[in-house]
């Protein structure tokens, strides 16, 4: 190729050399120029950044809808789990049909089963014996041919095999007919392989070949794959030897197989759908009988909850005179045993709370002249010879006591009329407790006993009732220094973001796990024969339980035999809030366990530690000193 130059005054240029006297590739004529590879770079950059862009806005596109689909899944299977939990007829249809459904997969996968083998069975019976009578034909063909010229011979051939390929039969037959290999050519051997159309030895398994070199005048089978068409088709291949003019072929005829599968096919079919209809059936008539048996069941359900709510006066309907329709009768008779029960309870509570506060009103106007009385005579029983004088303290002091008694009986009769009021304002709890101790001190000086108190140095603003907060204290603290054993009693405030709580401890005689059973009951006290030199009622531990309840608080009681008592109450710092933990532990850090130090304290030892809520159905003894409520 002569290569043209660029015509001009520079003669670099002429020369092939750039200005700076390097070489340059100059076109030859019908040449295209050199691509930029800087261009295609770019290009291929490009191209490489709208890829990524793409793949990014695809995948935003899925993690979207994925985000779009994933919580309607949930609450699906949410909802789902939900229906399996609470509906009995829901539970046992799926049940029964996902039992259905699968011992119909087992059944009919077993039928196809055998079906299958069946039908394969019979087409291989078939076909070997008609395999065996057409050889045969083929053989004899060849033993009795004449034929001494190449075109004679392949006429024969092709004639024989066209018979033996059976168009038009109930078993579509093909044939493959080939010399062995490694045999001597005769002078005489024109043919040396024959095939229906499309087929070729390839068909043949290799295993079903070997078999039929290696063997005699065996018959030799093996399942295959034809093509026919654009299809394949499954079939049976059937191998056997025939000798002709002193060379060995080995002939396949080949079944089709399609017949049968359609027809299995078709019995697939029946089967499955008449599965799927099985399975639907059985479905309907399993929530048709769930719901005859669960309706009523639900509806009793119903029923016992209004009856729980207070609807005495609910019953269910009966219809019938089955299992279910009895059913219903027992649980209306028992309805209205119930209600008449209740009743009957509700009126005598009522008779009797309505009796405790016409007694106690009646009794306050005696109660008054008989204490100005006593008032009288204890001024002046100085003035008296000593029994006389003895006479007069007595009368005071129990007039007294029963001046208490009367307030608190007229107090628990309010709560369970349930017309107490809570006058609530915001007050410093510090200061209520401060005096509380104050009025208590006597009554410790007394027992010998220190009240140590612990506070923040802040303020502690509660919206509270502080009247009845002072009863509740004056009575912990009170009951603190009676049962103290002359130890000191330690009250202890902490608060936290939502809740105030105060301990009151004691270190005297504690209490047991049946003592802790009835320390809020009313008119129950530890020891009956203890003496009571503070006075009281056995009405202090209800009504604070009372007071609490009506300030949404806690009112929590810890104790073991011989190493005190630790009750602690707890209140939100506004009515509207929530308490969710105390600021104080309701076991003592000071606690002491029995038991060998830094060894594991046996069960026995916790026998006699108590851990109780007020208000609760029952006290929880404690397992662990480490357990709190």
């Known amino acids: 190729m002569v290569s043209a130059t660029k015509q001009g005054s520079d003669p670099a240029a002429q020369d092939g050399t750039s200005p700076a006297g390097e070489p340059h590739d100059v076109p030859g004529p019908g040449s295209t120029p050199a691509p930029d590879l800087r261009h295609v770079a770019f290009r291929a950059r490009i191209w490489q950044r709208r890829a990524l862009i793409v793949a990014l806005r695809v995948a935003r596109l899925v993690g979207t809808g994925v985000r779009r689909f994933l919580p309607g899944l949930r609450y699906l299977g949410r909802a789902l789990q939900q229906r399996w939990r609470r509906s009995l007829q829901f539970r046992t249809v799926l049940t029964t049909l996902m039992l259905a459904v699968t011992s119909f997969a087992v059944v009919g996968a077993y039928l196809s089963n055998q079906i299958a083998n069946n039908l394969f069975q019979e087409r291989l019976t078939q076909a070997e014996s008609e395999t065996r009578y057409n050889v045969k034909q083929v053989q004899e063909t060849f033993d009795g041919a004449q034929v001494t010229d190449q075109s004679s011979v392949i006429t024969l051939v092709s004639d024989t095999l066209s018979a033996v390929e059976g168009r038009g039969s109930v078993i579509q037959r093909r044939y493959v007919f080939e010399a062995m290999p490694n045999q001597t050519k005769p002078r005489n051997r024109w043919v040396e392989s024959r095939a229906s159309d499309q087929l070729t030895v390839s068909v043949i398994p290799p295993d079903l070949r070997k078999a039929v070199q290696e063997s005699g005048k065996d018959q030799y089978w093996a399942s295959t794959v034809i093509p026919v068409g654009t299809e394949d088709r499954p079939g049976i291949a059937v191998g056997n030897k025939v000798t002709f003019n002193g060379t060995v072929y080995e002939l396949y005829l080949i079944y089709d197989l399609n017949t049968a599968q359609q027809t299995l096919n078709e019995i697939q079919s029946v089967l499955w759908a008449g599965g799927a209809v099985l399975v639907l059936l059985i479905g309907a008539v399993a929530w048709y009988v769930t719901r005859n048996v669960v309706s009523p069941v639900s509806h ?9 709510a207070g609807q005495l006066q609910e019953r269910m309907v009966v219809k019938g005179e089955d299992e279910v329709a ?26 009797q709370q309505r009796f405790v506060s016409d007694v106690s009103h009646e009794l306050r106007t005696p109660l008054t002249t008989v204490r100005m009385a006593a008032e009288v005579l204890y001024d002046a029983r100085d003035d008296f010879d000593p029994i006389n004088k003895r006479s007069a303290e007595l009368l005071y002091n129990q007039v007294e006591r029963f001046q208490s008694l009367l307030s608190d009986l007229l107090e628990i009769s309010r709560f369970d009329a349930g017309v107490a009021v809570l006058d609530a304002e915001p007050e410093d709890l510090t200061q209520v407790i401060a005096h509380v101790i104050e009025g208590a001190a006597p009554v410790a000086a007394e027992y010998g006993s220190e009240i140590l108190f612990t506070a923040p140095k802040d303020a502690v603003i509660v919206e509270m009732d502080a009247r009845r907060i002072d009863r509740i204290l004056r009575n912990l603290i009170l009951n603190a220094v009676e049962h103290g054993e002359g130890r000191p009693v330690t009250v202890t405030v902490a608060v936290n973001d939502t809740a105030v709580g105060v301990a009151v401890r004691d270190h005297g005689i504690g209490m047991d796990q049946a003592q802790a059973a009835r320390v809020f009951d009313r008119f129950w006290r530890a020891d009956p024969a203890r003496a009571r030199t503070t006075g009281g009622s056995g009405l202090g531990l209800s009504i604070a339980m009372e007071d609490t309840k009506l300030h949404h608080g806690w009112l929590q009681a810890w104790g073991r035999k011989g190493d005190g008592a630790n009750f602690r109450l707890t209140l939100p710092l506004r009515q509207d809030g929530v308490i969710t933990e105390s600021p104080l532990q309701l076991e003592p850090k000071d606690a002491t366990i029995p038991g060998a130090p830094g060894t594991i304290p046996a069960e026995q030892d916790y026998k006699n530690m108590l851990l109780l809520q007020a208000g609760a159905a029952a006290p929880a003894p404690v397992q662990s000193p480490e357990e709190t409520p």
């Open 326 to 351: 009895r059913l219903g009768a027992s649980f209306n008779h028992m309805a209205a045993s119930l209600q008449e029960q209740i009743t009957q309870l509700a009126t005598l509570s009522q008779m």
């Open 300 to 308: 009793a359900a119903m029923v016992s909850e209004k009856l729980a």
